[in-house]
């Protein structure tokens, strides 16, 4: 079982909408993964039937037994997040100041508070339009532990591959560097970074570069807008070869990938031969090097 990961280093590079078209290219061949959590959008292109639901626990929160509470303030003074507001002489607890770490309920005289599982969002898997199977998830609004959510939706794949015995999963992942993008490199097999020639394009490409090298993986990359600004497209192939990360290919800017997911469509299905063509190439050469790197 091979796991390809598409990153980018900032937003709005075309990742999910590229990578759904691989998806959309391999068919009931593979488990696709959108590990983008914090932002997930890649349902809107594939069009999952949310066929199973899973609530998604990670962290506690305090909850303080108001028949029990005396009032006595010792929870708030402790509470190093101030998350413990007093309204009317009742002590009550903030869900989104509160880090669940226990204080509060240590020193409570009277043992009137206790944490909870936090219920921080939900993971589905579903069939999406192409047959294949789909893990993905939504974190609740303010919720932490992203990470966390990721690595469960990366496992709920893997083990849907492993009972499929489908031989790749395909990952959407997040743009920066941060734990969720982390939590998606774990395991992969090989990276695809999708990078847009801009200077913060180029200056973020570098950062995730940094942390992809931690995992010691292959990587390649496809710029995508590459016509917009010609010297950075050439700066960003100097990079690349620089950093040994191989050139995967370049798309050119086409408002076609703005009217597909507008119109809830995957690139490659909306009959523009040329982009198509490029994607298809790509994806035989991302599947050809992850089997290379992973011998």
């Avoid at 589905?124 to 532990?145: C, E, F």
């Avoid at 009959?271 to 090097?289: A, C, F, H, P």
Wanted: with cysteine; hydrophobic share 35%.
């Amino acid at each position: 079982m091979k796991e390809i990961v598409v990153i980018s280093g900032k937003g709005g590079t075309g990742k999910t909408s590229i990578t759904a078209s691989f998806a959309y290219l391999e068919g009931e061949n593979i488990v696709v993964a959108d590990c983008d959590v914090d932002a997930a959008d890649m349902h809107l292109l594939l069009q999952p039937d949310f066929k199973i639901a899973k609530d998604f626990y990670s962290g506690e929160l305090a909850v303080i037994d108001q028949d029990a509470c005396i009032y006595c303030g010792e929870c708030k003074t402790v509470c190093r997040f101030d998350a413990i507001p007093v309204e009317n002489g009742i002590y009550t607890v903030d869900p989104i100041s509160c880090e669940g770490c226990g204080y509060c309920s240590r020193v409570c005289p009277v043992d009137a508070i206790t944490n909870i599982d936090l219920l921080v969002g939900e993971y589905y898997i579903s069939t999406i339009k192409t047959k294949a199977t789909m893990v993905h998830a939504r974190l609740g609004i303010a919720a932490d532990n992203s990470g966390k959510l990721v690595a469960q939706v990366k496992n709920s794949a893997r083990e849907v591959a492993e009972k499929e015995k489908k031989e790749l999963i395909i990952v959407d992942g997040s743009p920066g560097i941060g734990c969720p993008v982390v939590s998606s490199l774990t395991g992969a097999h090989y990276v695809v970074l999708v990078a847009e020639p801009s200077l913060s394009g180029l200056h973020d490409l570098k950062r995730v570069n940094e942390l992809v090298k931690i995992f010691k993986i292959g990587v390649g990359c496809i710029i995508n807008k590459s016509d917009i600004n010609p010297g950075i497209t050439e700066d960003i192939k100097t990079f690349l070869k620089d950093e040994d990360i191989t050139f995967i290919s370049s798309l050119p800017y086409d408002e076609s990938f703005t009217e597909s997911m507008t119109n809830g469509k995957v690139i490659v299905e909306n009959g523009n031969e040329n982009i198509k063509e490029i994607l298809k190439n790509s994806w035989e050469k991302i599947k050809e090097l992850t089997n290379n790197k992973s011998e």
